[in-house]
């Protein structure tokens, strides 16, 4: 945008003109002088504004602005009251004047009177971040990228994920190479870890509120259920371009949800308790305190003597697995504080015994694994709030599940091969009821076909949001509408 702000063709349009980086915390009397200097360089009362007041600055913008067409960029707006303090302190000033604001969050740009706003935050589109990319990496040649190096450009491109700030970084680093494929490969090798591109995220991240920053930070609040708090989040998140929302509903509820490449990168810059395995290899120092940890494609061997310092592990997650059902047994043997453990498409065929032993378990994924059972002693969870078994083979749940009194998500319809229609998995008839906290219930069919009263008890839980059920249990249509509801899938995040 500054490019364009200083081309010839705009300022004959205007009168004058004044770019405006805001600072934090913002000083509106500097932002004014500023202005002041912009609009007027060479005026003879520039000195004598160093000492003034605000109303004084306004009262001499009013002034100068007078029948004067002008434009002013307001570069990096954080807040709307910040916003809103600099824009009333600006007169109307003649026809055609403009006013641009720059801003990485939705609600500052949402809050404008006009409508006129230019979304950027999903990126350029392919072809545009080519033509930027080349503008800015080849200067001299009038934006032609050689042959030779077209692909190196393709693959750079990728990883910019057509964020314009990534693609004039990187495009400007390269205008300085030599232009040759091992160059061009050696920058592409280190984009990821460079930073200076994913520092740019700096400022959102000190800008959240610290229930933004931590783990578990969902909490009820006195109207709303947690799921309604946690929307509330993600979409806070998604308007500060933290996180992407891949696809929506058709009532545009996000349905699934991303982070760019450098927005995980820059993630991982900034967590200290955080230890990823990969082939073998650490990113973190074996001395370090580890509360999250993410193996990926490699198989699990964590000893207690080899990782030590891990014992102290709240979350698990498994990525790549090759490792057998002793293996995994060893682990949850020794790290018995694991709050959140995702063995997603896991090579399991049996359900871990040692999983029953994690009674501070919240969140348990066993989806896409080969299990055929869930344990009776399941009911040793007493802490669990969401257990995923979607897409695996179990077809049965015990009755003691329904001594989880804390479960909000029960996901466990799965696909038929055969037919590959969705199925329900047959729950042994309990006191359902007593799952009260419910809010996700997918997809379940009840033992006993005649037993009203369980069926009642489900179509009453006190807070359900979403309940799917086997209609086959259900003997009349009056029964089949307290027992379906619209389903809204639920957020994932893919990475």
């Not at 990728?158 to 314009?164: N, S, T, V, Y």
């Not at 947690?226 to 891949?246: K, Q, W």
């Not at 395995?277 to 993410?294: C, E, V, W, Y």
């Amino acid at each position: 945008m500054r490019n364009v702000y200083n081309t010839k063709k705009v300022r004959k349009n205007f009168d004058c003109q004044a770019w405006i980086d805001v600072l934090r915390p913002l000083n509106l009397d500097n932002v004014l002088r500023n202005m002041l200097r912009d609009f007027d360089p060479k005026g003879k009362w520039q000195d004598r504004v160093l000492h003034e007041e605000t109303n004084c600055l306004k009262e001499k913008l009013r002034i100068l602005l007078q029948k004067k067409k002008f434009l002013v960029v307001v570069d990096n707006v954080w807040s709307k009251q910040d916003l809103e303090y600099i824009v009333n302190a600006l007169p109307n000033g003649f026809p055609g004047s403009k006013i641009l604001i720059s801003t990485s969050l939705y609600v500052v740009a949402s809050s404008s009177s006009d409508n006129d706003i230019h979304d950027l935050s999903s990126g350029l589109s392919e072809e545009n971040a080519r033509i930027l990319f080349c503008k800015k990496t080849f200067p001299n040649s009038k934006g032609k990228c050689p042959p030779e190096l077209k692909e190196w450009a393709e693959q750079i491109l990728k990883r910019c994920e057509g964020l314009p700030s990534a693609i004039l970084a990187v495009g400007a680093d390269l205008a300085k190479r030599r232009q040759s494929p091992v160059e061009w490969k050696k920058l592409y090798d280190s984009l990821e870890s460079d930073l200076s591109l994913i520092s740019r995220w700096e400022s959102s991240y000190r800008d959240l509120p610290s229930q933004l920053k931590t783990e578990g930070f969902v909490k009820p609040e006195s109207t709303k259920t947690m799921e309604e708090v946690a929307d509330c989040y993600l979409n806070e998140l998604i308007g500060r371009n933290l996180v992407r929302a891949s696809s929506r509903e058709t009532d545009g509820q996000v349905r699934s949800c991303r982070v760019s490449n450098l927005v995980h990168h820059f993630i991982i810059s900034k967590a200290d308790s955080i230890c990823v395995l990969k082939a073998n290899r650490s990113t973190t120092a074996s001395g370090m305190k580890i509360r999250r940890l993410s193996v990926q494609n490699d198989s699990i061997t964590l000893s207690r003597s080899g990782y030590d310092h891990l014992n102290g592990i709240r979350t698990l997650l498994l990525f790549g697995q090759e490792s057998s059902n002793s293996q995994f047994g060893n682990v949850f043997k020794h790290y018995k504080f694991l709050k959140v453990l995702d063995l997603q498409g896991a090579p399991l065929k049996k359900f871990p015994k040692g999983i029953v032993g994690l009674i501070l378990l919240r969140y348990l994924s066993l989806k896409s694994t080969k299990i055929k059972s869930v344990p009776s002693s399941i009911k040793n969870l007493g802490f669990l709030e969401t257990l995923d078994l979607k897409n695996t083979l179990v077809t049965h749940l015990p009755k003691e599940i329904c001594k989880l009194t804390n479960l909000r998500h029960l996901l466990v319809h799965r696909c038929d091969a055969a037919s590959e229609n969705t199925q329900a998995v047959v729950v042994s008839s309990g006191n359902i009821k007593a799952l009260k906290s419910i809010q996700k219930l997918s997809l379940i069919e009840v033992k006993k076909r005649n037993n009203r009263k369980n069926h009642k008890s489900l179509g009453r839980v006190r807070r359900s949001k979403e309940v799917e059920a086997a209609g086959r249990s259900c003997r009349s249509w009056r029964w089949k509408r307290i027992m379906f509801f619209h389903s809204e899938n639920e957020a994932s995040f893919n990475t």
